[in-house]
């Protein structure tokens, strides 16, 4: 039974890896979304509408792994105190 539960962790991790958020401009969001649900990839991809993407134009970016860079860069900057 063990080997059942490592499985079905391992593929968690991965479903949960493989999430991307994808950026398009207010006015291609719907379609975007209708394409992206039609197609059943809407557990792996979030679309968010963003007034700095232009018509006709989608960012794929990995939220989650830009998280973890950025708290990784801050635990290793430490400035010195002020004294």
């Known amino acids: 039974m063990s080997d059942l539960m490592a499985d ?5 991790q991965i479903e949960g890896d493989s999430k991307r958020t994808l950026a398009c ?3 291609d969001a719907p379609w975007v979304r209708e394409a992206i649900e039609a197609a059943g990839w809407n557990h792996i991809l979030t679309v968010i ?3 700095i993407v ?3 134009q989608m960012i794929i970016m990995d939220v989650q792994a830009m998280d973890a860079s950025f708290n990784e860069a801050l635990q290793h900057y430490q400035p ?4």
């Open 25 to 27: 401009s207010p006015a």
């Open 49 to 51: 509408a963003s007034p």
């Open 54 to 56: 232009t018509d006709g």
């Open 8 to 12: 079905l962790k391992f593929w968690a």
């Open 80 to 83: 010195e105190p002020p004294w």
